[in-house]
């Protein structure tokens, strides 16, 4: 299964050579003493992806960071952009409902007060009711 990936099993002395195929493309290879085997990017890439989605589902730092990174490099294009293609992002919703909790914690401080305040209106009410009942 791996030999798709990697091509034949690479060992002893490595060195990247650039040269190009029958076809006339450009293709790299690992030449191995006189054994030429060809890189494939693709598996390089998968690699990295699982590595650093691990990465990011492990540690809460490290996916900061690439957060942070992503956010600036579509900031250069235009910052439009980059809140349109962050928007959905579970970061972004995050720092949306932690603000939205704020606001109702405030909310929530206020109308705690206000009936603190009418609860004490009520209870001397009470109180001036009862003494000129009697």
Same mark, same amino acid.
């Given at each position: 299964?791996?030999?798709?990936?990697?091509?034949?099993?690479? =060992?002893? =002395?490595?060195?990247? %050579?650039?040269?190009?195929?029958?076809?006339?493309?450009?293709?790299?290879?690992?030449? &191995?003493?006189?054994?030429?085997?060809? %890189?494939?990017?693709?598996?390089?890439?998968? *690699?990295? #992806?699982? /590595?650093?989605?691990?990465?990011? #589902?492990? =540690?809460?730092?490290?996916?900061? *960071?690439?957060?942070?990174?992503?956010? @600036?490099?579509?900031?250069?294009?235009?910052?439009?952009?980059?809140?349109? #293609?962050?928007?959905?992002?579970?970061?972004?919703?995050?720092? @949306?409902?932690?603000?939205? /909790?704020?606001?109702?914690? &405030? $909310?929530? &401080?206020?109308?705690?007060?206000?009936?603190?305040?009418?609860?004490?209106?009520?209870?001397?009410?009470? @109180?001036?009711?009862?003494?000129?009942? $009697?």
């Amino acid at each position: 299964m791996w030999g798709f990936f990697f091509g034949r099993s690479v =060992s002893c =002395s490595v060195h990247q %050579v650039t040269g190009r195929n029958k076809n006339g493309r450009k293709t790299n290879w690992v030449d &191995t003493e006189n054994r030429r085997t060809q %890189v494939n990017p693709v598996a390089f890439s998968l *690699v990295g #992806l699982v /590595a650093t989605n691990v990465a990011t #589902l492990v =540690s809460d730092s490290f996916h900061d *960071v690439l957060y942070t990174g992503l956010r @600036k490099v579509l900031t250069i294009g235009e910052d439009v952009m980059a809140s349109r #293609l962050m928007q959905h992002s579970p970061t972004t919703r995050l720092s @949306k409902v932690q603000a939205a /909790a704020g606001e109702l914690q &405030t $909310k929530n &401080t206020a109308l705690t007060k206000e009936l603190n305040g009418i609860h004490a209106k009520h209870g001397t009410a009470a @109180k001036s009711l009862g003494k000129s009942a $009697k």
